[in-house]
């Protein structure tokens, strides 16, 4: 989030990225557990869909829920000028850390 300040992002955006950085993860975890489930219980057919669906939708609400509260507890809505304890700057490597990934997906996608 520090990093996002420093570019001048509003803080109307910062919230929603940084919850939705924190929830795909998690719900992907989820998904993965749910499957497993699945196979041991040897689910097969059409059913596989309910029994995927059902239990990610009431999975991503409270993983929705928990995340949203653990950023409110550590002060993201505070109004207050927010500090950081490392002093975040943008430089050489940092472009250099943003431009590899871009070049390894640009490859990936257009390799397909």
């Known amino acids: 989030m520090v990093a996002l300040r420093k570019c001048h992002i509003p803080q109307g955006l910062i919230i929603p990225?940084?919850?939705?950085i924190r929830y795909f993860p998690a719900l992907k975890?989820?998904?993965g557990y749910i499957r497993d489930a699945m196979k041991l219980r040897n689910v097969?057919?059409?059913?596989?869909?309910?029994?995927l669906l059902v239990?990610?939708?009431?999975?991503?609400?409270?993983?929705a829920e928990e995340l949203s509260a653990a950023a409110v507890?550590?002060?993201i809505e505070n109004p207050a000028r927010k500090t950081s304890m490392v002093?975040?700057?943008?430089?050489?490597q940092s472009c250099h850390a943003g431009c590899?990934?871009?070049?390894?997906f640009g490859q990936r996608m257009g390799g397909m």
């Open 29 to 31: 975890e989820e998904v």
């Open 73 to 75: 507890t550590r002060g």
């Open 44 to 51: 097969h057919g059409i059913q596989k869909i309910e029994c």
């Open 100 to 104: 590899q990934p871009s070049a390894f």
């Open 55 to 63: 239990p990610a939708m009431i999975s991503a609400t409270t993983t």
């Open 17 to 20: 990225l940084s919850v939705t």
């Open 87 to 92: 002093d975040m700057k943008f430089g050489v």
